[in-house]
């Protein structure tokens, strides 16, 4: 299959903590895969991404890692702030398709 | 940056009643997708565009929903008679291509129209 999946939510952290957000997904190849977020009331921006194994994404400290061995894509931030609580949607691209799946979802809420 | 663009933000409609959303994608891409976000649950395909023709549709994609491009810049998602269930956050997206490997297949999305179907 092409599924997605994500760790349940919601996850509440402090600010500074440190996160993660698992993501792991089915398929055959090695599809791309990508991390979108969602801030309260606005659409999809793209995070990261990485189109093959052992590639790292990054930005705005945050970084996954393409993990073939693993079938992974865990999101990490190492000091998390108030004005990232959003939505994190882990998504992979269907080869031979012209489609994103995307995993259920996860609300992050950071405190102050 | 460019962006994409989605026109209305918001629409309310009646049962039955046909809809129109409308979508500027980024100028210089070739691949168009429409996807939906019922309220609190994920992100679903429902089709994609290319070279004027749909390249792959899902199964929620049926005889109620059209695609179009009907000059070189809009994109646009047509449903002819809607259904309470079509209430949700329509997000169009595009790509410079489809897949490959290259970074040119990332999918970059519009801020989504909300529709309610009363």
């Known amino acids: 299959g092409n599924s997605v999946t994500q760790m349940e939510g919601p996850v509440t952290l402090s600010e500074e903590a440190f996160l993660t957000i698992n993501c792991t997904y089915t398929?055959?190849?090695?599809?791309?895969l990508f991390w979108y977020v969602q801030y309260p009331g606005e659409g999809l921006q793209l995070l990261l991404k990485?189109?093959?194994?052992?590639d790292k994404g990054s930005n705005k400290g945050f970084e996954a890692t393409y993990r073939k061995e693993t079938t992974s894509f865990h999101l990490e931030k190492g000091s998390v702030q108030v004005s990232d609580s959003a939505v994190y949607f882990c998504?992979?691209?269907?080869?031979?398709?012209?489609?994103?799946?995307f995993g259920q979802g996860t609300r992050l809420t950071i405190n102050p | 940056e460019p962006e994409v663009t989605q026109t209305p933000s918001h629409q309310v409609t009646q049962m039955g009643q046909e809809v129109i959303l409308r979508c500027v994608p980024i100028?210089?891409?070739?691949?168009f997708y429409w996807y939906r976000q019922i309220l609190g649950q994920k992100v679903e395909f429902l089709v994609s565009?290319?070279?004027?023709?749909?390249?792959?549709k899902s199964e929620i994609f049926d005889d109620q929903f059209s695609v179009e491009r009907p000059d070189g810049s809009n994109f646009t998602l047509k449903i002819r008679s809607t259904k309470l269930e079509d209430s949700a956050m329509y997000f169009c997206?595009?790509?410079?291509?489809?897949?490959?490997?290259?970074?040119?297949?990332?999918?970059?999305f519009g801020p989504g129209t909300r529709l309610l179907v009363l």
């Open positions: 565009f290319y070279n004027n023709e749909i390249s792959e």
């Open positions: 997206a595009s790509s410079e291509r489809a897949s490959g490997g290259a970074l040119r297949e990332t999918q970059y």
């Open positions: 998504a992979r691209l269907v080869q031979g398709a012209q489609k994103l799946v």
């Open positions: 398929a055959t190849g090695y599809p791309s």
């Open positions: 100028s210089n891409h070739l691949y």
């Open positions: 990485a189109t093959k194994a052992d």
